[in-house]
């Protein structure tokens, strides 16, 4: 009776298993479009990638279903049992477009040599990127390529200083090569339930919400020929846009876009001075939508990066800093209105490349002056 017993319950716990493929299998790296919860996904029929981890040899996908829902949950879009083994590169394949700018989630499940299905997976987000009529922020920055004495054209050769006679050489416009902040502030009249920024700064940029960086990105947006391709790129602010009082704010540079030389010149190439566009989507909780772009009313400031360049480097005036220049609150009567000028002539497009991020930092182990000069020694 307690052999019987014994392979009862053994019996039991074998079905139990064969029953439940969840109980053996997991799910890892949900993709779209080659990234985990892109906000920028330039496909409005994109394709959807996952990987399996089993504890059982042999184990093996025989079919899957993929669902999208909306925001809100609803079924936007179900696969139905597909056969197949694939897990990667799974296209959408509904009858209507995604929507242009909108948040969906997804999630998948399969089966198994036994035609056994796991549970659904976690659900993963992605967000489709906006259309052209979406982006409807303007470019601002402090100066305009016409007042600037910068050259027609997107390549040149100049000299920092004016002639003795004034006739062949002009001066460009110091605003037309040095860094500046930028800001505005807004405010937040609900309880917000998402909140995402689209941000394009010409040549460089670092963003910044109510005094803190926004992602860990550097060198955005990459580098192009801005003739023909401006990226931009996006992040979620949804944790930090608070209602009440917000401030945004952008320190902004030359970079590859405005290469003007100096102290050390290999390429002097400007399609123009810095220049920025902007746009915060807010969606609050009862579904009403708010939009803040760069426009005529934002301010700007000189930074305390008074020279920078992608060869020569950068001076750091610290004279000039201006505590909780990106805070709300902040006094800034002394600052003064930016200027609208024409966009860039390349098309402005998703940047969906993997961004420069990094990726260690040396301590300085020993600073030592020589002369007017400092050696930094990180050991």
């Not at 779209?32 to 496909?43: A, D, F, G, H, T």
């Not at 609900?190 to 990105?217: P, Q, T, V």
């Not at 580098?223 to 790129?233: E, P, Q, R």
């Not at 609150?329 to 993997?354: I, M, R, Y």
Request: aromatic share 12%; glycine share 10%; proline share 5%.
């Amino acid at each position: 009776m307690k052999k019987v017993l014994i392979l009862l319950i053994a019996a039991i716990n074998f079905g139990c298993s064969l029953n439940n493929s969840s109980g053996r299998v997991s799910f890892g790296r949900l993709v779209c479009e080659y990234e985990e919860s892109p906000l920028l996904v330039e496909e409005q029929t994109p394709r959807f990638g996952w990987q399996l981890h089993s504890t059982e040899n042999g184990f093996g996908q025989t079919a899957y279903e993929l669902e999208i829902l909306d925001i809100k949950g609803n079924t936007v879009w179900l696969s139905g049992k597909i056969q197949s083994d694939e897990s990667q590169h799974i296209p959408y394949t509904g009858k209507d477009q995604l929507g242009a700018g909108e948040q969906y989630q997804w999630r998948v499940r399969i089966w198994d040599n036994n035609d056994k299905s796991t549970s659904w997976s976690e659900k993963s987000f992605f967000r489709i990127a906006p259309d052209k009529k979406q982006l409807n922020a303007l470019w601002i920055g402090a100066i305009k390529r016409e007042d600037s004495n910068l050259p027609g054209g997107r390549n040149y050769h100049n000299v920092p200083d004016s002639s003795e006679k004034g006739q062949l050489w002009r001066e460009t416009d110091p605003l037309s090569r040095r860094s500046i902040y930028l800001r505005k502030s807004f405010k937040a009249q609900k309880r917000i339930e998402d909140a995402i920024i689209y941000i394009s700064g010409l040549g460089h940029y670092e963003l910044s919400l109510n005094g803190k960086k926004i992602g860990n990105d550097q060198y955005n947006p990459l580098w192009s020929d801005y003739d023909k391709t401006v990226y931009y790129n996006a992040y979620d602010l949804t944790e930090g846009v608070k209602k009440g009082d917000n401030t945004v704010g952008v320190l902004l540079g030359n970079g590859f876009y405005n290469e003007q030389g100096g102290r050390y010149k290999k390429m002097q190439v400007s399609f123009g001075p810095p220049t920025l566009f902007l746009k915060i989507s807010i969606t609050y909780t009862d579904g009403t939508k708010e939009e803040i772009i760069s426009d005529k009313n934002w301010k700007y400031s000189p930074s305390p990066i008074v020279f920078n360049s992608m060869y020569g480097g950068e001076d750091y005036d610290a004279r000039l800093e201006q505590p909780g220049w990106d805070t709300p609150g902040f006094d800034d009567s002394q600052w003064l209105p930016v200027v609208v000028d024409n966009a860039p002539n390349g098309e402005l497009k998703p940047q969906t490349s993997t961004p420069v991020r990094e990726m260690e930092y040396f301590s300085i182990k020993e600073s030592m002056k020589t002369g007017e000069s400092y050696v930094l020694d990180m050991g």
